[in-house]
């Protein structure tokens, strides 16, 4: 898993990366067959410079509203849907959470629920290690380390002092808590790391998903969503060596679903807290 929650390095494959600077090469090319600016663009659809740039530069994901806009705003004779069909469908965990990584980066809300391991932006070093150890294939030491030090810099996304600062929901299973990986020591320290984030940051609200919930809307396992500055909405999927983006508005509106019903299952934040605390003072 790359997605700095869990251990296992995933699979390299760029041609995600390729398809997506091919698209943008294709777009500019229509934009500049209209004979608009990347500003006069920007503002015709509704998006900023900025997005309309990194995605002529290969570096985001076109949203299914951008494209649809650029179809009709560009008279691009359907080659932008078929191009960004084409790019829904390639596979590869490690390039598609390359491109999640990136909205991760900026997005203005980031909604989190785990069922293996505690989320990467919540983990320890100790803890990281762990999880990277548990995984088979073990890693050398150069690939312990770079994977490791990639999932402690995106730690910095949590700030407060970032503008504006990202609004973060966590939905954990409990079970994550007392599997106790790594031993006891590795525990506590993690068990101190949340209850900093969580008393640190206001931007931050952790849930805990309890032991015995009979009724768990959570059950096809972890789910992500990510909001854009421009109030659109992403996910991302991970299982066993795949990984998978999903722009498809519909699925996007069922994990949305998903996620408000668990929000309503598990235990309230302020219980949440208590139960961390009575875990800590357990060890």
Not at 62 to 82: I, K, S, W
Not at 142 to 159: H, K, M, N, P
Not at 170 to 177: G, K, P, S
Request: proline letters at 5%; aromatic letters at 8%; one cysteine or more.
């Amino acid at each position: 898993m790359t997605d700095g929650a869990g251990g296992s390095p995933g699979c390299s494959e760029p041609e995600v990366s390729d398809s997506l600077r091919t698209f943008g090469e294709v777009f500019k090319a229509f934009r500049r067959r209209a004979g608009l600016t990347q500003e006069e663009f920007a503002e015709s659809v509704g998006y900023s410079v900025q997005t309309v740039a990194k995605i002529e530069q290969g570096r985001r994901f076109p949203q299914p509203d951008f494209v649809e806009r650029a179809e009709e705003l560009l008279d691009a004779f359907g080659a932008l849907r078929g191009a960004a069909r084409h790019l829904s469908r390639q596979p590869g965990l490690a390039s598609w959470f390359r491109q999640w990584a990136k909205f991760e980066a900026e997005a203005v809300s980031l909604y989190t629920y785990e069922c293996r391991v505690v989320p990467g932006l919540l983990q320890t070093e100790a803890y990281a290690r762990a999880v990277s150890f548990s995984v088979p294939p073990l890693p050398d030491e150069q690939q312990l380390g770079e994977r490791v030090a990639a999932r402690l810099a995106r730690q910095d996304l949590l700030a407060t002092s970032r503008k504006p600062p990202t609004a973060f929901s966590f939905i954990v299973e409990q079970a994550v808590l007392e599997r106790h990986t790594g031993g006891a020591e590795v525990t506590r320290e993690l068990y101190d790391r949340l209850l900093g984030v969580i008393e640190r940051h206001w931007n931050v609200e952790f849930q805990l998903m309890p032991l015995r919930q009979p009724v768990h809307a959570g059950l096809d396992g972890p789910l992500r969503l990510a909001e854009t500055v421009e109030n659109h909405w992403f996910g991302y999927s991970e299982g066993q060596e795949n990984g998978r983006l999903i722009t498809d508005v519909k699925e996007i509106s069922r994990l949305h679903q998903r996620y408000a019903k668990m929000r309503s299952q598990a235990l309230t934040p302020e219980d949440s807290l208590g139960l961390l605390k009575r875990l800590r003072g357990a060890l």
